[in-house]
């Protein structure tokens, strides 16, 4: 079955950076697209950015355009969340997910960022 394990998360200061990373079993990653979403505490899910099944194209939420970067390495059925310049206001419980499609059918357990002020 399709695993996604989310890893990388952690308790950090304002302005520091932290790497998760998304690892995926049981689907032929190249072909999907990959997900961030997160979610705080009392408010909805929201999208954090995606990045296309070969990595050439990626969109960001304006929240944090410019602060996080998503990569793969589709040889390590990998995907990465690069976040620069945290704040409070990042923090959450943070997912990836994947897709061939318009929806996420696979989503993995979360990991959660806390970044305090």
């Known amino acids: 079955q399709v695993q996604l394990v989310e890893s990388g998360g952690g308790l950090v200061q304002a302005g520091a950076s932290l790497r998760l990373s998304c690892a995926a079993s049981?689907?032929?990653?190249?072909?999907?697209?990959m997900g961030w979403f997160r979610q705080a505490p009392g408010k909805e899910r929201e999208y954090v950015g995606s990045?296309?099944?070969?990595?050439?194209?990626?969109s960001y939420a304006e929240s944090v355009k410019g602060r996080f970067t998503i990569s793969r390495d589709n040889a390590k059925n990998t995907v990465y969340l690069q976040m620069n310049s945290l704040k409070p206001e990042d923090t959450a419980v943070y997912y990836c997910?994947?897709?061939?499609?318009?929806?996420?059918?696979?989503w993995g357990q979360g990991t959660q960022v806390t970044v305090s002020s």
């Open positions: 997910a994947a897709s061939k499609s318009a929806n996420w059918p696979y």
């Open positions: 990045i296309g099944a070969i990595g050439s194209s990626s």
């Open positions: 049981g689907l032929t990653f190249s072909i999907y697209g």
